[in-house]
């Protein structure tokens, strides 16, 4: 079961600079183990060393932050569209 | 803080037919107008976001519209920095900005500070104003600014872009999130680039910083809908906004329950720029128990490569800045594609990793050295010190 995820711009050389790519899980976590597994440059990007989501990046799934639903646990169907929003600070 | 009717200042008759398109609609009207007049922000940065912001603000009549930055007008910013002009190279960018928002209104008060936003000003530069709008470009004084606005309880009308994507939202109000409800912790240094590595589009501060100009407007009138617990995403490219939920973290150590942030920090070491005393102490033991060089001046680079030495010299650039210019002998792995390339690297040889100013470099030469390469410079400063010191016939950029 695929799940599409949104790639933001930071993170697309790590993607062959594809903005949306496809992953399989039936959670959060899943979905981001096979996600990290296919592209292993965004590992680093994502997680920590102790294998922690990191927290300057965001993971959304359709309009809702993980954060306040099951976290990794957070049940993923093939109709949502997951997001990762990095922090970015430039304005000038 | 939307104020009350009574006590607003009067308009004069040039401020009438100044505003008219605002008087006659009902959702602005004359009170509308008032409050505006009466009303303040504060933009810190008169760059990219700062600069169409400030210059709607100021047709909108704001009545006073405070500018920091203590940056000069550079040729590379004028591809975006609309309120500066070709006649404003040289000049402070609040020189700039003022003669030009004093132009376009000389009804309004125009402060300036010339200074860098720090723990020591941020709290007394912020007080007077209604808004605080936030259009700098690094994240040290992005924390800052949140954490200034949530300790004063002033809204922080946020923006930020990144190549052609942007993001806006209010932080800081009343019962609304604030910047680490989203964000608790920044990304370590290098990891996300700066325009000047990144690039970005022109246009895409002018769309982003009038957003966060309507916010501010929205905020000081009360009309509308603010972007408050909403995070708005725009893909320039595909033209496409998007909004996420946001929700105030009760765990939020500034702006929730229980704060453990009652006074402005060093946001320098928050965010992994300065090292702590501990840190500092711990690299100068290591350091002394190995010495091992890290990096590689442009000229040393010179002197070694006509010394004969052999040094492979690894662009981790993109492929149109490699076309503007390069080192002789420097072959091309962008940085996004190393962990899948490194194979094609000796990892006997030495190797000096270079990028545009180094930053990116860093980030590759850390990542060959946890892969097993022992010998791996950085070159410091990257290519443009190269044009800089070595070979000034390169054009820079």
């Given at each position: 079961?695929?799940?599409?995820?949104?790639?933001?711009?930071?993170?697309?050389?790590?993607?062959?600079?594809?903005?949306?790519?496809?992953?399989?899980?039936?959670?959060?976590?899943?979905?981001?183990?096979?996600?990290?597994?296919?592209?292993?440059?965004?590992?680093?990007?994502?997680?920590?060393?102790?294998?922690?989501?990191?927290?300057?990046?965001?993971?959304?799934?359709?309009?809702?932050?993980?954060?306040?639903?099951?976290?990794?646990?957070?049940?993923?169907?093939?109709?949502?569209?997951?997001?990762?929003?990095?922090?970015?600070?430039?304005?000038? | 803080?939307?104020?009350?009717?009574?006590?607003?200042?009067?308009?004069?008759?040039?401020?009438?037919?100044?505003?008219?398109?605002?008087?006659?609609?009902?959702?602005?009207?004359?009170?509308?107008?008032?409050?505006?007049?009466?009303?303040?922000?504060?933009?810190?940065?008169?760059?990219?976001?700062?600069?169409?912001?400030?210059?709607?603000?100021?047709?909108?009549?704001?009545?006073?519209?405070?500018?920091?930055?203590?940056?000069?007008?550079?040729?590379?910013?004028?591809?975006?920095?609309?309120?500066?002009?070709?006649?404003?190279?040289?000049?402070?960018?609040?020189?700039?900005?003022?003669?030009?928002?004093?132009?376009?209104?000389?009804?309004?008060?125009?402060?300036?500070?010339?200074?860098?936003?720090?723990?020591?000003?941020?709290?007394?530069?912020?007080?007077?104003?209604?808004?605080?709008?936030?259009?700098?470009?690094?994240?040290?004084?992005?924390?800052?600014?949140?954490?200034?606005?949530?300790?004063?309880?002033?809204p922080?009308?946020?923006?930020?872009?990144?190549?052609?994507?942007?993001?806006?939202?209010v932080f800081a109000a009343k019962d609304g999130p604030c910047?680490?409800?989203?964000?608790?912790?920044?990304?370590?240094?290098?990891?996300?680039?700066?325009?000047?590595?990144?690039?970005?589009?022109?246009?895409?501060?002018?769309?982003?910083?009038?957003?966060?100009?309507?916010?501010?407007?929205?905020?000081?009138?009360?009309?509308?809908?603010p972007?408050i617990g909403?995070?708005?995403?725009?893909?320039?490219?595909?033209?496409?906004?998007?909004?996420?939920?946001l929700?105030k973290?009760?765990?939020?150590?500034?702006c929730?329950?229980?704060?453990?942030?009652?006074?402005?920090?060093?946001?320098?070491?928050?965010?992994?720029?300065?090292?702590?005393?501990?840190?500092?102490?711990?690299?100068?033991?290591?350091?002394?128990?190995?010495?091992?060089?890290?990096?590689?001046?442009?000229?040393?680079?010179?002197?070694?490569?006509?010394?004969?030495?052999?040094?492979?010299?690894?662009?981790?650039?993109?492929?149109?800045?490699?076309?503007?210019?390069?080192?002789?002998?420097?072959?091309?792995?962008?940085?996004?594609?190393?962990?899948?390339?490194?194979?094609?690297?000796?990892?006997?040889?030495?190797?000096?990793?270079?990028?545009?100013?180094?930053?990116?470099?860093?980030?590759?030469?850390?990542?060959?050295?946890?892969?097993?390469?022992?010998?791996?410079?950085?070159?410091?400063?990257?290519?443009?010190?190269?044009?800089?010191?070595?070979?000034?016939?390169?054009?820079?950029?």
């Amino acid at each position: 079961m695929a799940t599409k995820i949104l790639i933001p711009t930071p993170l697309r050389p790590y993607t062959d600079k594809q903005e949306a790519v496809e992953a399989s899980g039936a959670t959060i976590g899943e979905l981001l183990a096979d996600l990290t597994t296919k592209y292993s440059g965004l590992k680093a990007h994502l997680y920590n060393e102790q294998g922690k989501l990191r927290s300057f990046v965001n993971i959304y799934i359709n309009d809702e932050d993980i954060r306040y639903l099951q976290k990794d646990q957070t049940p993923v169907g093939e109709a949502d569209t997951v997001s990762i929003i990095p922090s970015v600070a430039g304005g000038v | 803080m939307v104020r009350d009717v009574e006590g607003l200042p009067q308009l004069t008759n040039e401020e009438i037919k100044r505003y008219s398109r605002h008087l006659i609609m009902p959702e602005v009207g004359v009170d509308g107008q008032r409050r505006l007049k009466a009303g303040s922000v504060l933009c810190v940065g008169a760059g990219g976001l700062g600069s169409p912001a400030a210059m709607y603000l100021a047709a909108a009549g704001v009545g006073r519209i405070g500018i920091v930055d203590f940056d000069v007008v550079d040729y590379s910013n004028l591809q975006r920095q609309i309120i500066h002009g070709t006649s404003s190279i040289g000049k402070t960018k609040l020189q700039s900005a003022k003669e030009r928002l004093a132009d376009i209104n000389p009804h309004i008060q125009i402060d300036t500070y010339e200074t860098a936003l720090s723990s020591e000003n941020a709290l007394e530069l912020f007080a007077p104003y209604d808004v605080i709008l936030d259009g700098t470009d690094n994240f040290p004084t992005r924390y800052l600014t949140n954490d200034a606005c949530v300790l004063l309880g002033k809204p922080n009308a946020y923006g930020s872009i990144f190549r052609f994507e942007g993001q806006a939202s209010v932080f800081a109000a009343k019962d609304g999130p604030c910047y680490r409800c989203l964000y608790p912790e920044p990304p370590p240094p290098g990891l996300v680039p700066s325009c000047a590595e990144g690039g970005v589009l022109g246009v895409l501060p002018g769309v982003i910083g009038v957003i966060q100009a309507t916010e501010t407007i929205k905020l000081i009138t009360g009309i509308g809908e603010p972007l408050i617990g909403r995070f708005m995403i725009y893909d320039a490219l595909r033209m496409k906004f998007r909004e996420l939920k946001l929700r105030k973290d009760p765990d939020c150590p500034v702006c929730g329950k229980n704060p453990t942030v009652t006074k402005l920090i060093d946001y320098e070491e928050f965010c992994g720029l300065r090292p702590s005393v501990e840190a500092e102490a711990k690299a100068a033991v290591a350091s002394s128990q190995a010495p091992s060089q890290t990096e590689i001046s442009a000229v040393e680079l010179k002197q070694r490569m006509d010394r004969g030495d052999a040094l492979v010299i690894v662009d981790v650039r993109e492929p149109n800045e490699y076309q503007i210019n390069r080192i002789p002998g420097s072959q091309l792995i962008p940085l996004g594609e190393i962990p899948r390339r490194y194979a094609e690297l000796d990892p006997e040889a030495e190797i000096v990793v270079q990028c545009k100013m180094g930053g990116r470099s860093a980030k590759a030469a850390d990542y060959l050295r946890t892969v097993g390469f022992k010998r791996v410079l950085n070159l410091k400063g990257g290519i443009l010190d190269w044009v800089d010191k070595v070979d000034p016939s390169q054009p820079k950029y």
